[in-house]
């Protein structure tokens, strides 16, 4: 039988197809509701959602499981598995899906994971897999009556797909009233009310299949031609990053939380309706007032033409790996999952960060191939770790390559010089990965990432007084110091005891100016290769623990994580400093 997951893989290829019958209905009709980059970032949040469900189905499908086998106060199987017990099961289903619903958006906690759903300003049937991935901490409480009645399980999880695709065709503006139907069933006219956020629509039309819930409970409203529908949250987002859309308002709410006086209100925060906020905490962080037409301009970053067939491959590819993740991923093993989650989440932010203008596009599968080598190094897929390991420096000298014209054009001389010793630490750093992919050439290894480190030194010394801060020289000394006693004491053959000693003083260095050269430029891209060169020592640490003391857990994940968020931050906030130079 075909898990939850894998019925998601086989829908897709129908979602898409819905999607791009519903853009040339648009376009014929000169309203087109798509924008690609809205679209992708809608799209990337139901592909968390997905992948993150894998780790959540203990909370959603194992309590439920747990409680209908345990505490059931009535078992009636072959009653659920007859045509009459699954049609009332989904009834059943739909109606405890109103409450979750209509209180995700009475309960602020709940909101905070409901309102990822809502931050799209477009809706289309893109909107209908922008999900939370956060929604399974608190959800299954609603669900528990089912379990409590004795719904089985298979039951539950069957209704419950049902209910979740069904809601995929409502969300479009291409479909107008439908008479009859809209007084009975969740339609694209009734659910537009319910992303409206315009006063007269604000909180209504919760239910998923049936809206005669709304009818019972008060929370029904018919849409009005003559007030058309303004989509998004009450507090924009103004954000592609999946991971910012999920913690948003959870950190709007830890924030007025925190600086809440009384305990009580410290409390209420989180389950009080969205909006609500100490009386204190409004006085000392005001928030402007809610302007319907300040919504209604569209969050829209500029997407040149080569960025935007970039985005569309990268999510393309990032489909057809997410697609074969969940296929997969209930018979794999957790250790497996996590890592292929990793790589997937680090293609999702990095394609969004890219869509922003917030890294370049030659950073961001710089990023990737560094997952993709740290995922296939920890797995022992040598032939493949070979194959993105040195990918991913490549793509950071062609990153350099990409700026380095603009820079040097605003720059001159001195800029030139940073651009060619910034290009031998990358080169450097380039051919320590080939060489410490093979056994026997450790030391050469160990000499060209000297090297690497030598230019970095350099590159912080361009413009920078040497060692600015004493604090950052007298605290890295003692951590180094600390490092090499613990591998000459862990067992560091005496042949590399002044090699090593001679790699944990440059490295030191580097961290000790890169701090300096914070203390003197106080900006955020100093601040960036500076824990770009934390990283490096904490990286380097782990490699050299692993090898010489003891074999540590998850080794490779350790050190490659490090080193290439090393690299990128450095790099990064390289490339930014030359954007305030320019500027």
Avoid at 42 to 52: A, E, F, I, K, Y
Avoid at 115 to 129: F, G, R, W
Avoid at 492 to 501: H, S, Y
Avoid at 567 to 574: K, S
């Amino acid at each position: 039988m075909l898990s939850p997951s894998q019925v998601i893989v086989l829908a897709t290829p129908v979602f898409f197809i819905l999607m791009a019958v519903e853009w040339a209905v648009g376009m014929r009709r000169g309203r087109s509701a798509y924008r690609l980059d809205d679209a992708i970032a809608s799209l990337n949040l139901g592909v968390l959602s997905q992948t993150s469900a894998v780790f959540t189905k203990l909370l959603t499908l194992g309590l439920y499981t747990f409680v209908a086998g345990h505490l059931a106060l009535v078992q009636a199987d072959a009653f659920w598995l007859s045509l009459p017990g699954w049609l009332l099961a989904l009834v059943f289903y739909d109606f405890c899906y109103y409450w979750l619903h209509r209180m995700g958006h009475e309960v602020g906690v709940l909101w905070a994971a409901h309102a990822v759903h809502h931050q799209s300003q477009d809706y289309n049937l893109s909107t209908a897999l922008r999900q939370t991935s956060s929604g399974a901490l608190l959800g299954w409480i609603f669900y528990l009556p089912m379990a409590l009645a004795g719904v089985p399980p298979l039951v539950f999880a069957v209704v419950g797909l049902i209910d979740l695709l069904y809601q995929f065709w409502v969300h479009t503006e291409q479909v107008g009233r439908l008479g009859w139907f809209d007084r009975w069933f969740c339609a694209p006219s009734n659910h537009r009310v319910h992303h409206a956020v315009n006063d007269r629509y604000l909180d209504k039309n919760y239910g998923g299949i049936l809206i005669v819930w709304d009818r019972l409970f008060g929370t029904y409203k018919t849409e009005d031609d003559e007030e058309p529908c303004v989509y998004g949250t009450r507090g924009l987002l103004r954000s592609w990053d999946p991971l910012w859309a999920n913690v948003a308002v959870y950190r709007q709410l830890a924030h007025d939380s925190w600086h809440a006086r009384r305990l009580g209100d410290k409390l209420r925060v989180w389950f009080k309706p969205p909006g609500w906020r100490p009386p204190d905490v409004a006085s000392r962080f005001p928030r402007p007032a809610f302007d319907l037409d300040e919504h209604r301009v569209r969050y829209a970053p500029a997407m040149p033409g080569g960025l935007r067939w970039f985005s569309a491959l990268q999510f393309a590819v990032l489909v057809a790996g997410t697609a074969a993740f969940l296929w997969q991923a209930d018979q794999a093993p957790l250790a497996h999952n996590l890592l292929w989650f990793g790589v997937l989440l680090a293609g999702q932010w990095t394609l969004c960060a890219a869509m922003q203008g917030r890294i370049s596009p030659w950073l961001a599968l710089m990023l990737q191939s560094g997952a993709l080598a740290t995922a296939t190094a920890a797995l022992g897929l040598t032939g493949w770790h070979q194959l993105f390991k040195p990918l991913a420096m490549v793509f950071a000298l062609f990153c350099l390559a990409a700026s380095a014209r603009s820079f040097l054009e605003s720059n001159g001389n001195h800029a030139k010089n940073q651009v060619w010793i910034a290009a031998g630490a990358l080169f450097f750093s380039l051919a320590g990965d080939a060489f410490l992919m093979f056994e026997g050439f450790f030391i050469p290894g160990l000499v060209s990432f000297l090297l690497a480190h030598v230019c970095y030194i350099a590159l912080l010394r361009s413009d920078a007084p040497w060692l600015a801060s004493r604090r950052a020289v007298a605290c890295i000394s003692l951590v180094a110091a600390a490092m090499y006693a613990l591998l000459w004491l862990g067992g560091l053959p005496a042949a590399l005891r002044l090699p090593v000693l001679a790699y944990v003083g440059v490295i030191a260095t580097m961290a000790a100016q890169a701090w300096g050269r914070h203390r003197v430029l106080r900006n955020p891209a100093s601040l960036l290769v500076a824990a770009g060169a934390s990283l490096f020592m904490l990286s380097d640490s782990l490699l050299a623990i692993n090898r010489f003391v003891q074999p540590l857990p998850w080794a490779a994940v350790g050190v490659l994580a490090t080193y290439y968020a090393a690299q990128a931050l450095i790099l990064h906030g390289f490339l930014r400093r030359a954007d305030t130079i320019q500027g």
